[in-house]
């Protein structure tokens, strides 16, 4: 079972988490006490996205479907995202037609 499922480990979803994670704080700080902390959260948080989408774009996220063996490390890239990835709303709001682009399934 292990050895067919995908859990999504990318360069591009540990960052956008990282950055998602500061902004949701500043958000609570800002509940708490810090008032300029709500609109400096959000701002980190729609960064957080900006910066999850450049980086999936760039290849180093992963395709809507579950890789292949070989590309599960964290640090693989993505070669094929310049076509569009099939199904992938990051891809068709930069304009890559999907399909093209090769997607490996897990057998």
Do not use: Y
Not at 46 to 66: D, F, N, Q, R, S
Not at 88 to 98: I, Q, Y
Request: proline fraction near 6%.
């Amino acid at each position: 079972m292990s050895g067919h499922h995908d859990e999504g480990h990318t360069i591009a979803g540990w960052t956008g988490f990282a950055v998602a994670t500061i902004g949701a704080l500043a958000v609570g700080m800002g509940i708490v006490s810090w008032r300029p902390g709500i609109w400096v959260g959000l701002a980190v948080l729609v960064t957080a996205v900006l910066i999850t989408w450049a980086l999936h774009l760039a290849g180093w996220g992963k395709p809507p479907v579950p890789r292949g063996i070989d590309q599960r490390r964290l640090s693989a890239r993505d070669h094929s995202v310049r076509g569009g990835h099939e199904n992938c709303l990051g891809c068709r709001l930069a304009g890559r037609p999907g399909g093209r682009a090769r997607t490996t399934e897990a057998p």
